[in-house]
């Protein structure tokens, strides 16, 4: 069964463009999640999509935004790109069952982004 | 607020010794907790899980860990480290919304 794929593996930026990181989560599953792990901080929670809807967001600014595409594939897009976005970018998927806490997340690769 | 504390950053071990992570949450609901490993150049992989039952877990690679809720913790242990367990670890819970909350993680390094 293949696992949680993102793309691109690395990504460089400039201050103020955009980027757009790519996941595809695992067959199966409805429910893809966006983390950013940057140093010193942990993973943080940014995004959650389920069935093409956003149902949660962490703190996070608007410029961080995304979208799920029916394939259940899912987008993030930074906008204005500050230094301190420099992270790795995190995705998981998972199947949405009924009871929402028992929801485990397979987690990808990740997309090392660098903003210069 | 909702938050998971892990209690060193960096542990360093020699191969055969005993390992104990400490982790400590902070929700005043039902929770369901897990511990992630990332190996070098890895993607983060769950150690295990506990969402209820039996407070002692046991996950893959010969780890486990106990909840002890009246403490709000979930350690992680192995009785003898290797080599190959050189990684990171993070703690987390989801508590509702459908979201992970990760502790900062702990390194651990094991020289042979």
């Known amino acids: 069964e293949a696992g949680v794929t993102q793309s691109p593996t690395h990504l460089i930026k400039t201050r103020g463009q955009q980027a757009t990181l790519r996941c595809s989560p695992i067959?199966?599953?409805?429910?893809v999640y966006w983390y950013q792990q940057a140093l010193g901080l942990g993973l943080q929670f940014l995004l959650w999509?389920?069935?093409?809807?956003?149902?949660n967001r962490g703190n996070f600014p608007p410029r961080f935004s995304g979208r799920q595409f029916p394939n259940y594939s899912s987008e993030l897009n930074v906008n204005a790109l500050e230094l301190e976005d420099s992270a790795l970018y995190l995705c998981?998927?998972?199947?949405?069952?009924?009871?929402?806490?028992?929801?485990?997340?397979?987690f990808g690769p990740g997309t090392r982004l660098t903003v210069l | 607020a909702q938050s998971v504390s892990q209690h060193n950053h960096h542990v360093i071990l020699s191969e055969a010794a005993s390992l104990e992570l400490g982790c400590n949450y902070s929700?005043?609901?039902?929770?369901?907790l897990f511990w992630y490993v990332q190996y070098p150049g890895q993607h983060l992989q769950l150690l295990l899980k506990?969402?209820?039952?039996?407070?002692l877990v046991k996950g893959i690679k010969g780890f486990e860990a106990e909840f002890i809720k009246s403490k709000f913790s979930f350690n992680l242990r192995k009785p003898s480290v290797q080599w190959s367990d050189t990684a990171e670890y993070f703690c987390?819970?989801?508590?509702?919304?459908?979201?992970?909350?990760f502790g900062a993680g702990t390194r651990l390094a094991v020289h042979p």
């Open positions: 506990y969402f209820s039952g039996d407070p």
């Open positions: 929700y005043g609901g039902t929770v369901n």
């Open positions: 067959s199966g599953h409805t429910s």
């Open positions: 987390a819970f989801s508590g509702g919304y459908n979201k992970l909350i």
């Open positions: 998981a998927s998972s199947f949405l069952a009924g009871d929402l806490l028992r929801n485990e997340q397979f």
């Open positions: 999509y389920d069935e093409g809807e956003e149902r």
